[in-house]
């Protein structure tokens, strides 16, 4: 017997997500079904808002609702220092950490030849815009500690040298292949305070 059409449509809109397969999707699905109907119109209402209200930060591609960011638009920031990551989550993280008062930059993905991701692909080109100022005085680099990380930080860190900006990289006591993301915040404030030239 074939799901009734409304829940195979629910089906493939939860297996759009990742780490979403089709078993786990019919659970969610009828799952849905057993839900308050509020419960259920709450959840679609934050979908797409999500989507609707919130964008990209037009200076550093953090996601935000005004446009620029809470962070860029900070007078109390510290404008020599620009922290650069792969993901808005990982603004997020950070920010945990009070000590770091400076800007950041998020690239939205990893250079990944594999992957065919190249530099234009993803947030650079507006970074080595911003680096144009003369505020910028450090570029932290805090890609994870993946291959594909490690490598868009020797990419990055060869770009921005020449121009006489310091270039540091977060001192990983994050273990390798390890996500930012899933970092303590003591582990962090160690790794931001730890970081290294290079
Ligand atoms: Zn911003």
Redesign the pocket.
């Given at each position: 017997m074939q799901y009734p059409e409304p829940i195979s449509k629910l089906m493939d809109s939860f297996m759009k997500l990742p780490g979403i397969g089709a078993k786990t999707a019919a659970r969610l699905a009828f799952y849905t079904l057993s839900m308050d109907e509020d419960d259920v119109t709450d959840f679609a209402k934050a979908l797409i808002s999500a989507k609707r209200d919130l964008h990209y930060?037009?200076?550093?591609?953090?996601i935000?609702q005004g446009?620029?960011?809470?962070?860029?638009?900070d007078k109390a920031r510290d404008r020599s220092m620009i922290l650069v990551v792969e993901d808005a989550k990982d603004v997020i993280s950070i920010e945990k950490v009070r000590d770091y008062n400076g800007?950041?930059h998020v690239l939205h993905g990893i250079l990944s030849p594999i992957e065919g991701t190249g530099p234009e692909d993803i947030n650079i080109p507006s970074l080595l815009k911003r680096l144009q100022s003369d505020e910028v005085q450090e570029v932290i680099l805090a890609t994870n500690a993946t291959a594909e990380g490690e490598a868009t930080a020797t990419y990055l860190s060869r770009l921005i040298k020449p121009a006489g900006i310091k270039v540091t990289r977060l001192a990983h006591g994050l273990s390798v292949g390890s996500d930012i993301e899933y970092a303590d915040e003591i582990t962090l404030m160690k790794a931001v305070e730890g970081r290294r030239e290079i």
């Open positions: 930060c037009s200076i550093c591609g953090h935000t446009d620029p960011c809470e962070i860029c638009q800007l950041y």
